[in-house]
């Protein structure tokens, strides 16, 4: 079996999917299957964190022309080299020129083919660019999720947001994964003495890219009306500013530290000085950075549009309606925790992570890949 995994981009300014479609095929790659990713080189030096020091094979097709089209006339012929009888397309973007690609070779090789959609046919992202997306959904995309051989979910509610737009096709629920172990044994000083680390303080936690959707204006409003009751917190957001526009309307406050997109040992050493974990996010589809929250047991304030219902069910946080009142009310609840009863929330949230190893994750996508092979060869 032989899986080619189609992405726009792998830089880590791309987002979560720069992380998850990588981690997922390491752990492919552990249960005997051969993978490649195609993607489109956009930057000189693109980095990614992932593939460092790794044996995931990636190969990248130069960009040309308009930039967001990401456009490649080397792309389809790349792939089409590496083509064998039990190649499976497995799509993981959508709406560009890489997808139309994945697509027109699924059909014309007759290879069986998986769509990942990654949250992209919620309401509020069908709305961003949605000229341009409804002009991608009349040329391809409709026909591409009509026809798949199965549309990868990472949380159940894509299905309802896919029948929303007429999609009514077969779907398969694997979340993202989490790793649970990391390299590293000590913190990163500098990073420390770039917040003025006090170990007497609680650090809250805002973690993802910088725009509207995730929410950070609610933090930075709770934090400001609570930073007089609870003198001794301050706020580490951490996140690459995808709008700038909403980025200089933020509040920058006293005490809130916006130290930009960051990874490897400077990023697990703000994981790990932290006391709480804020995602006031209108929607996500997975969340992984909840996810790695919860890897180091830090409790977590979310919303309901993330699918983690278990942070309430299991009390390893605060799962709430978006509005400024119940983010308010969740950190101030948190913040008049003991250290021991976050601490205990913490561990909790750890417990319910550790279903969600990547290898567990890994183990059902083959079981996927299988299927659809299967049904080809019943054909």
């Not at 693109?46 to 967001?68: C, M, Q, W, Y």
């Not at 799962?319 to 913040?335: G, K």
Request: net charge neutral; charged share 25%.
């Amino acid at each position: 079996m032989k899986i080619i995994h189609i992405i726009e981009n792998l830089d880590n300014s791309y987002g979560g999917p720069a992380k998850s479609v990588p981690l997922l095929v390491k752990y492919l790659n552990k249960l005997d299957i051969e993978n490649k990713i195609f993607t489109i080189q956009i930057f000189d030096n693109e980095k990614n964190s992932v593939l460092d020091g790794s044996d995931i094979e990636v190969l990248k097709a130069p960009i040309e022309g308009i930039r967001k089209l990401r456009y490649s006339s080397q792309l389809e012929s790349m792939i089409a080299k590496e083509i064998t009888k039990d190649t499976i397309i497995h799509v993981q973007t959508v709406w560009t020129y890489p997808t139309y690609i994945g697509y027109k070779i699924a059909k014309k090789y007759n290879l069986p083919l998986v769509v990942s959609v990654r949250g992209t046919m919620y309401e509020w992202a069908l709305n961003q660019s949605k000229y341009i997306k409804k002009f991608a959904m009349l040329l391809f995309q409709r026909d591409m999720l009509n026809n798949a051989d199965i549309i990868h979910i990472t949380e159940q509610n894509e299905k309802k947001a896919l029948e929303n737009i007429g999609i009514d096709n077969k779907t398969v629920l694997v979340p993202n994964g989490i790793e649970l172990e990391n390299d590293f044994n000590e913190l990163d000083k500098n990073i420390l003495n770039k917040i003025n680390y006090d170990n007497s303080k609680r650090y809250i936690m805002f973690l993802g890219r910088i725009v509207h959707n995730k929410g950070l204006h609610y933090l930075i409003e709770s934090y400001k009306k609570l930073k007089g009751e609870y003198q001794n917190i301050e706020v580490l957001v951490v996140g690459g500013i995808e709008d700038k526009k909403y980025f200089d309307l933020l509040e920058k406050a006293e005490g809130i530290h916006f130290l930009g997109a960051l990874d490897g040992i400077k990023k697990h050493t703000l994981l790990s000085i932290s006391s709480l974990f804020v995602l006031p996010s209108k929607s996500e589809n997975f969340g992984m950075s909840i996810a790695e929250a919860m890897s180091y047991k830090i409790p977590v304030i979310t919303t309901t549009g993330t699918p983690w219902q278990e942070i309430k069910e299991k009390d390893s946080g605060w799962w709430v309606e978006l509005n400024q009142n119940n983010i308010d009310n969740s950190i101030d609840e948190a913040l008049s925790c003991s250290d021991n009863e976050l601490k205990a929330k913490g561990e909790k949230g750890f417990d319910i992570i550790r279903n969600y190893r990547w290898d567990k994750q890994a183990t059902k996508m083959k079981q996927t890949y299988e299927e659809v092979l299967k049904k080809l060869k019943g054909k």
